[in-house]
């Protein structure tokens, strides 16, 4: 069974830091590109940073920009999302998904998704 598996989400105070972690399951990530998206309460789920199969090219939204870096451990077969600075306004679930259809990153049309990990920013 393919699987994509968040984890390292919890509670932070405002200017923290968290790792999260996307790992694959049943399956090799190498042939992936990953996003990473997020779904506050109330909000539709937007995509905050993606990257391609070899790493060689990322996308932040400007949201993020500065903040947040992805990157990939093919062999570990995880994709992390390292978030500095963490703000209330970056409070939300967040689900990784993979992509097998594109040689750079997207957040379109996805056909993996993880079951998401809670980011609570708060003091």
């Known amino acids: 069974q393919l699987q994509l598996v968040e984890s390292g989400g919890g509670l932070v105070q405002p200017g923290g830091s968290l790792r999260l972690s996307c790992a694959a399951s049943?399956?090799?990530?190498?042939?992936?590109?990953i996003g990473w998206f997020r779904q506050a309460p109330g909000k539709e789920r937007e995509g905050v940073s993606c990257?391609?199969?070899?790493?060689?090219?990322?996308n932040y939204a400007d949201s993020v920009k500065g903040r947040f870096t992805i990157s990939r451990d093919n062999a570990k077969n995880t994709v992390y999302l390292q978030m500095n600075s963490l703000k209330p306004e970056d409070t939300a679930v967040y689900y990784c998904?993979?992509?097998?259809?594109?040689?750079?990153?997207?957040?379109?049309?996805?056909?993996?998704w993880g079951q998401g990990t809670l980011v609570t920013v708060s003091s």
């Open positions: 990257i391609s199969r070899s790493g060689g090219v990322t």
């Open positions: 998904a993979a992509t097998m259809y594109t040689s750079t990153c997207r957040y379109k049309n996805l056909e993996l």
């Open positions: 049943g399956f090799t990530l190498d042939y992936y590109s």
